[in-house]
């Protein structure tokens, strides 16, 4: 069965966070079930789609609204992913290198006429095509319109009975735009205009979930969570529960494996406190870290969604309060909190050091060198860092919500395996602190917890069954 994915990232070509990782690992094991899956996303200018070579497949024209756009799609050569990978290359929207934002952390300002014109390029290139894919999966509101205008759309009717998988990985952003720029999308048939709307807005997020056969979310309790609190869709997810299913992600177990990950200065064999002791090591000698501190990270989008703006008063509070744990943090996000950061590298020397970056192989040190990772998130649909940090021997600290409730007990539990709290605030994730630190007190305990976590499956191979009974559903039901 052949199944396209549709995605504005995809590891390594093109990342901003979990989307990327899922959509660069699914399709693996999806094709080890005996699929055939293949991802498009945008050609962005990206160092690595930079660097690849490219077989052209198709060239395009259409109409968004008065632009004429002119597009090619390409695949890129020798598969260096594990499978085929298409780019859409739209001249003057994904030239660049950010996915979503430039380098200072600034949304690009023409998300919008990115957006549709990616998933109308995709659209017209599968149109085109002889051996179609017979699913359409689509990832989240960047290619929310897929399922619609495969419905509706004059231009897409050969692609009317195909059917779409929509996936939530993040229902904080819904694409909603105002219904004066219609005319950006192809004509269609206008007494379904309806499915475009919610509150009087074209909404993409919220047009996917009526018009997709199938609806998921990247973990069994986030979709719970969508139904009482998603800022407006709570009513429609309620109703279209019916086509509704939570499905935890997994990791990517070659790439994220401490017994051959190419970036850490200890690879974990037998012993696995010389792996911890090393590698923990390597970061204290490249932060600014006191050396008796047990080691705090944070890594991810410097975003309210990640919990980050209550980090600075979190962390700043711990350490006034004299306690005995060092934090470093990794991310891009809010130029505010660079600032911040910055500012609270001078003032707390030997205690809190940050790199404000993107910086693929210092996560993957910061994972095996740190005794704690800290998720104190707002939202989290599923969460992946709490699930590498454990594969990386390193004890989760979160606020159990969406993916982070389904993945970490909390160590009070007989398979607790991190630290849990309820209510987003400083004065929870200070408890949670007091408790981490308490715990590296008993450096055993720690150890063992550790180790403990590294066992812990959370291998693709169940939810890629998973997806693949989604896929034969559908198409049942196609024939
Ligand atoms: C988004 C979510 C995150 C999830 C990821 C992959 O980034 O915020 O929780 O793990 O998508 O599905």
């Not at 992913?81 to 979503?100: E, H, N, Q, S, W």
């Not at 009317?160 to 219609?182: M, Q």
């Not at 962390?315 to 891009?332: A, C, N, V």
Request: net charge negative.
């Amino acid at each position: 069965m052949k199944i396209l994915h549709i995605s504005a990232e995809c590891y390594p070509a093109a990342k901003a966070g979990g989307l990327g990782d899922v959509a660069g690992a699914l399709p693996k094991y999806l094709n080890k079930t005996g699929l055939d899956t293949a991802v498009i996303i945008p050609r962005y200018h990206t160092k690595w789609l930079n660097q690849q070579t490219y077989q052209q497949v198709f060239f395009g024209e259409f109409y968004m609204g008065q632009e004429r756009i002119y597009f090619s799609i390409h695949r890129v050569e020798n598969d260096p992913t594990g499978f085929p990978l298409y780019v859409a290359d739209i001249p003057g929207k994904f030239d660049r290198p950010g996915v979503y934002a430039d380098e200072h952390g600034h949304a690009y300002e023409d998300e919008l006429s990115r957006a549709i014109s990616f998933q109308l390029a995709t659209l017209y290139w599968i149109r085109s095509l002889e051996n179609r894919p017979e699913v359409l999966h689509c990832h989240d509101h960047h290619t929310g319109l897929i399922p619609f205008l495969v419905r509706h759309a004059y231009d897409f009717a050969s692609l009317k009975s195909t059917p779409t998988i929509f996936t939530i990985h993040n229902g904080e952003y819904h694409g909603a735009f105002p219904w004066n720029k219609l005319y950006l999308l192809p004509a269609f048939d206008s007494t379904a205009g309806g499915l475009l709307d919610w509150d009087n807005m074209i909404v993409p997020l919220a047009s996917a979930i009526k018009c997709c056969w199938k609806l998921t979310t990247v973990s069994p309790g986030y979709m719970e969570e969508l139904k009482n609190k998603s800022n407006g869709l709570e009513g429609l997810l309620k109703s279209e529960q019916g086509k509704s299913i939570g499905i935890l992600n997994g990791i990517d177990t070659n790439v994220w494996d401490p017994r051959k990950d190419n970036f850490i200065a200890e690879k974990l064999s037998r012993s696995f406190k010389k792996y911890k002791t090393t590698n923990r090591q390597a970061l204290y000698d490249r932060f600014n870290i006191n050396e008796d501190l047990p080691i705090v990270v944070f890594i991810g989008r410097l975003v309210r969604e990640k919990g980050a703006e209550l980090l600075p008063e979190a962390i700043s509070r711990f350490i006034y309060d004299e306690h005995k744990l060092g934090f470093i943090i990794l991310g891009t996000g809010d130029p505010n909190l660079h600032q911040i950061f910055n500012n609270m590298r001078n003032h707390f020397p030997g205690r809190f050091d940050a790199a404000l970056e993107y910086n693929e192989g210092l996560a993957h040190q910061l994972y095996a060198g740190a005794d704690f990772l800290m998720m104190p998130s707002l939202v989290e649909p599923c969460g992946l860092n709490q699930m590498y940090a454990m594969r990386y021997g390193t004890v989760p600290i979160v606020r159990a919500v969406g993916g982070l409730r389904d993945t970490v007990p909390d160590i009070g539990k007989d398979d607790g395996a991190g630290i849990c709290f309820d209510y987003y605030s400083v004065d929870e994730i200070h408890h949670a602190l007091i408790r981490a630190e308490s715990l590296a007190n008993e450096t055993k305990t720690l150890m063992n917890l550790q180790k403990r976590n590294t066992k812990v499956d959370f291998s693709w191979e169940q939810s890629a069954k998973a997806y693949g009974a989604i896929y034969q559903e559908v198409m049942g039901n196609n024939e």
